[in-house]
């Protein structure tokens, strides 16, 4: 399946289960990073491959981001496609305690008519 055409379920998914193996937020320099040296990705980071991160996106916000990306960009048109949905796993990374996110990723599922995947799932 293309990366655009990806559902927000699946987003969800991928972004749900990256965020509870790595189980703390990708951090650097006092503050979130999309790919931390350490390896760790936030909930934005973890949908950008190796080969489409810049060192230069750090710092931006999503909106910053989803703009400096080549127009035609595949992961630019996801992005922009599931803005709200990944606004909302982008905060929950980035604002809550990791002890907090599974009640928090609940209501972000609920407000988009979702489900979580299961707490076992690969």
Known sequence: ???????????????????????????????CMYHASNGD?????????????DAT???L???RLIDRMPFFHPL??????????????????DELDPRSWEAAFARVAGDHKLTLPPRDAP
């Open 1 to 31: 399946m293309s990366l655009v055409a990806r559902t927000q379920q699946e987003i969800l998914d991928q972004v749900v289960m990256h965020l509870r193996r790595q189980q703390r937020r990708a951090s650097g320099h006092q503050r």
């Open 41 to 53: 990705m936030c909930a934005i980071g973890c949908l950008i491959d190796k080969e489409d991160y």
């Open 57 to 59: 996106y750090e710092g």
């Open 61 to 63: 916000s999503l909106s």
């Open 76 to 93: 630019r048109r996801l992005l922009l496609r599931h803005f709200s949905l990944l606004k909302k796993l982008q905060w929950v990374h």
